[in-house]
T-cell receptor
Framework: RKEVEQDPGPFNVPEGATVAFNCTYS??????FFWYRQDCRKEPKLLMS???SGNEDGRFTAQLNRASQYISLLIRDSKLSDSATYLC????????????FGSGTRLLVRP | EADIYQTPRYLVIGTGKKITLECSQT?????MYWYQQDPGMELHLIHY???????EKGDLSSESTVSRIRTEHFPLTLESARPSHTSQYLC???????????FGSGTRLTVV
């Protein structure tokens, strides 16, 4: 079982749609959580950190459920420019040197 | 504005050549990483460093080597390039894992 699991997609949605991605992690002691965005053939870029109370940044909302060990990302009013791969990332408490990356969920927003 | 720089962005080289991929960061981060990623595939950690004179192998076995003589510089070397080394190589740095990583723009290597 992978330490961080994501539905690979692709999610194919029309512009203006609301889309949600989920991610599960296996290490219950994990302490930091992130969503990264990666465009085709580009480097991953931090989209947002995920806090226990949930957090919002414009059209993007991230939530953390520690009891169920899952993280979600909600994108409202999808834009064509949102098309990318979204990586769920976790920092395990017992690993002090690296982040754990999910395989990514691909989003395609069509006109 | 990028604070972590990778050169070259693209490299096409013949089999058997020695190559060095450069990675430099201006943020004073102690932790630095090299990842390998094939198109459409997941990231694989191949090397990391806690700080000067510290280097460790990552999760994916790699024939490359790294060095960390200065905090800001973490070059990756392939002594004899092969077509199987064709991939994208991404460098990253971090102050604390709670802040996540900052990635460089990557080097796309093609060995012919």
């Amino acid at each position: 079982r992978k330490e961080v699991e994501q539905d690979p997609g692709p999610f194919n949605v029309p512009e203006g749609a609301t889309v949600a991605f989920n991610c599960t992690y296996s290490n219950s002691a994990s302490q930091s959580f992130f969503w990264y965005r990666q465009d085709c053939r580009k480097e991953p870029k931090l989209l947002m950190s995920v806090y226990s109370s949930g957090n919002e940044d414009g059209r993007f909302t991230a939530q953390l459920n520690r009891a169920s060990q899952y993280i979600s990302l909600l994108i409202r009013d999808s834009k064509l420019s949102d098309s990318a791969t979204y990586l769920c990332v976790v920092a395990p408490r017992d690993s002090s040197y690296k982040l754990i990356f999910g395989s990514g969920t691909r989003l395609l927003v069509r006109p | 504005e990028a604070d972590i720089y990778q050169t070259p962005r693209y490299l096409v080289i013949g089999t058997g050549k020695k190559i060095t991929l450069e990675c430099s960061q201006t943020m004073g981060h102690d932790k630095m990483y090299w990842y390998q990623q094939d198109p459409g595939m997941e990231l694989h950690l191949i090397h990391y460093s806690y700080g000067v004179n510290s280097t460790e192998k990552g999760d994916l076995s790699s024939e490359s080597t790294v060095s960390r003589i200065r905090t800001e510089h973490f070059p990756l070397t392939l002594e004899s390039a092969r077509p199987s080394h064709t991939s994208q190589y991404l460098c990253a740095s971090s102050e604390t894992l709670a802040d996540g990583y900052t990635f460089g723009s990557g080097t796309r290597l093609t060995v012919v």
